[in-house]
């Protein structure tokens, strides 16, 4: 039996970076992680440092035979060099680190916001991405990252490139939505914008992993489906902005937000709220940003039929079954099942 090549995983500390290492480590792959700390993965070697750091990156991927990169920077707000440096230079580093080893696949992992532009998404598929009307500097960077990074698709016998969008990744120990929306709703501060009727895709954070290595397989067995192209990876079952919120409160046992804020005077609002972070920056993520208010009132929802097509990949978790297996993380029982589940789904 030949070996499985020596993938590298960065940004492996995180949740979804975490999830891609462990899956491989399951199914056998020789798996390395670059992060800033120590991944926690077990059966995987970490290289410690950033993606930033030209030696750290080429020890990193000396001998792999292929990158999976999630290391980003990912703030609703900050300091503008940063998330370039982060985000596009990193990248960059990485795509030159990899064809000077000879690394044969990469997957840039990169994020529907990189093609949202502040109106709906309704059943669209992977739009181009726009680095220059992409709403606010970490979907700007990530935009100017995957351009960048399919670019390089193949050029001067580097490695075959596919970016992958998953859009809302969530599961039990996430920090980035499912534990601020539970303190927010636990303190009183979680309100709905609008009615909260937007319909929006999300991703369980298993079947992320699972469409992720999907990508980087077919770049071995169909470089030429999927190179240099991009996909969007979610559940395929939408629900209202109000439905998961309420989904996520029940699984942890508090209080789903029944207050409401016009959509338009919380898009105001983050506004200014992102302007006084410029000036003086708080401690955590701001509480409003105009991009996060245009996340919560408008519908984004995608056309998975190429995404399944092209990538032989189906979720195994379904919304519901995510819900109940976030309830069992904290200590609860299923909640009931969203109302929502008439709404459009796609194949």
Known sequence: MT??????????????????????????????????????????????????????????????????????????????AEFREVNVGGTRALLDAAERAGVARFVQVSSPSVAHLGASLVGVPATPADPERARGEYARTKAAAEVLALGRDGVGGGPRVVAVRPHIVWGPGDTQLVERVVDRARHGRLPLLGHGAALIDTLYVDNA???????????????????????????????????????????????????????????????LVEALWRVRPGADEPPMTRFLAEQLSTAHWFDQRATRRDLRWTPAVGVDEGMARLAAHYGGTAPPAASARSGPHEP
């Open 3 to 80: 070996a499985r090549p020596t993938v590298l995983v960065t940004g492996a500390s995180g949740l979804l970076g975490g999830a891609v290492a462990r899956a491989l480590v399951a199914r056998g792959d020789d798996v390395r992680t670059l992060q800033r700390r120590p991944s926690g993965v077990r059966g995987a070697a970490d290289v410690l440092g950033t993606v930033t750091d030209p030696d750290v990156v080429a020890r990193a991927v000396d001998g792999v035979g292929a990158v999976v990169h999630l290391a980003a920077k990912v703030s609703l707000a900050g300091d503008p």
């Open 209 to 271: 992993a699972d469409g992720i290595l999907a990508a980087l397989d077919r770049l071995d067995d169909a470089p030429d489906v999927v190179g240099g192209r991009a996909y969007v990876l979610t559940n395929g079952e939408p629900r209202t902005v109000a439905d998961l919120l309420a989904g996520i409160c029940r699984a942890a046992g508090v209080t789903p937000p029944a207050w409401r804020v016009p959509a338009g005077l919380a898009r105001s609002a983050g506004g």
